[in-house]
């Protein structure tokens, strides 16, 4: 479900990101969280409006499950 999510963010909203456990997955599976999480990588470049339009992108996809 969650590598669903990924492509979902690239494919509707040109949002690159990763799924998975990242360098913790120790921690993710203690909290409970079973996929893992989505990672933003977000940089020097991007704005407020790339931040919310990426939360709001993840929101409708959240909605959805």
């Known amino acids: 479900k969650l590598q669903k ?10 949002i690159a990101v990763r799924s998975g456990f990242h360098c913790a997955p120790h ?5 409970g ?4 999480t989505l990672r933003f ?8 409006e790339d931040a919310i339009y990426a939360s709001e992108a993840a929101k409708e996809i959240a909605m959805e499950r």
């Open 5 to 14: 999510a990924s492509q979902l963010m690239w494919k509707r909203y040109k």
């Open 27 to 31: 921690v993710h599976l203690d909290l």
């Open 33 to 36: 969280m079973t996929e893992g």
């Open 41 to 48: 990588s977000f940089g020097v470049f991007n704005t407020l």
